[in-house]
């Protein structure tokens, strides 16, 4: 006998006396096999819950299972290796979403749109459907060329032996903090490339609820996909979840904190907090940190090494003493600079002159907070 939707029947409040009287009867005396199915466990009334025999809870299959189930359900549908690949990696994909995809494609598949399309397509809508985040690679595209030395940081170790250390253990936390722009995000995707493994990026918007409670229950479920998807986890934004909780002047604003600083304790795997705001984070979540890394703006000589290889297509002979001398101005300048100059190249569909990419960068560097704080005040004669 198989009893769907049992949070209708076994809800907080949902009958008499009786009525939960009649249920307690039935989950403890009932001689027939019976299966009570439920998408919401939270919604069946604990006194109900412990009653149950044997509680079964059927996650998202892991990557290698997605892998599996992926091939299964493809036999027979023309499909190439890298689209499997591409279908494994969407972070909780079930069988019945594989299934009815398939299924669609087959019956709606022509010359003009191919199996692949389609599917795509299908799991695309559903996502839109039932309210899941567009799935698709986590890393950004990158438009300017990754370099470990273009990075400004002030850490106890080199970040090639940390990088080193992670892959070996295979767990560790790690706390990112300085101006926007720096390459905070960047070296997560980088660690997350050198372990193998898939980076898994949320942003506060994505844990924060208005209704109390919630936002301690996603923050929970954030660690266990982490852990289900052998993921690199980078939380940006940290400092909202880990604020000083001597200043905290609501009760929910403590029990945020206290959750997260719990899942840091119990999550196995690699946890990258980023934040421009050191000062705001708890003592308590500091400590928890193995490795804390402070990004600043490019060094002149970076400054002048990423101008050859952004805008001079590695050619340092064209450095003048003019554009050094322009460089050496821009001290507040970073990575973040340089990659939003080359998009204005990418969507321009043009090549900046060495001058006009300069220009540009002072533009990006005139903005900078503070570049503006900086300047005097008063008349100049």
Known sequence: QLMARAEQ???PGSGSVSGKAWVNQ????????????TNRIEQIDPAFRRRFAYHLEL?????????QLVRKTLEGVVVSEAFVDKLAARKGLTPAQIRTAVRFATLAQSEAVP?????ERQLRNADQALGNRAQGSSERRSVTTYDLDMLNVETRFEVPRIVEALKARGHGTLCFY????????????????ALDRPLMVKQASDLMSKFVGETEQQMAAMFREAEAEKAVLLLDE??????????????????????????????????????????RIDQAALRRFTFKIKFMPLTHAQREKM????????????????IRARLLRMDQLCPGDFAAVKRQVEILATEFSAAEFLDQLEAEHRIKPEVRESRGMGFMQ
């Open 307 to 322: 101008f050859v290889t952004e805008a001079l297509a590695g050619d340092a002979n064209l450095v003048t003493d003019a």
């Open 9 to 11: 029947v076994v809800a």
């Open 26 to 37: 039935i989950l403890e005396s009932n001689t027939v096999p019976t299966l009570w199915v």
């Open 115 to 119: 199996a692949e399309g389609l599917i």
């Open 238 to 279: 940290a400092d909202s979840f880990l604020q000083d909780r001597r200043g905290a002047q609501r009760t929910y604003e403590v029990t945020e904190v206290n959750e997260m600083l719990q899942g840091m304790e119990r999550f196995s795997g690699i946890f990258v907090c980023t934040t421009n705001l050191l000062d």
């Open 59 to 67: 996650k998202s299959p892991p990557p290698g299972a997605r892998e």
């Open 178 to 193: 300085g101006s926007p722009g720096t390459g905070k995000t960047a070296l997560a995707e980088h660690i997350a490339r």
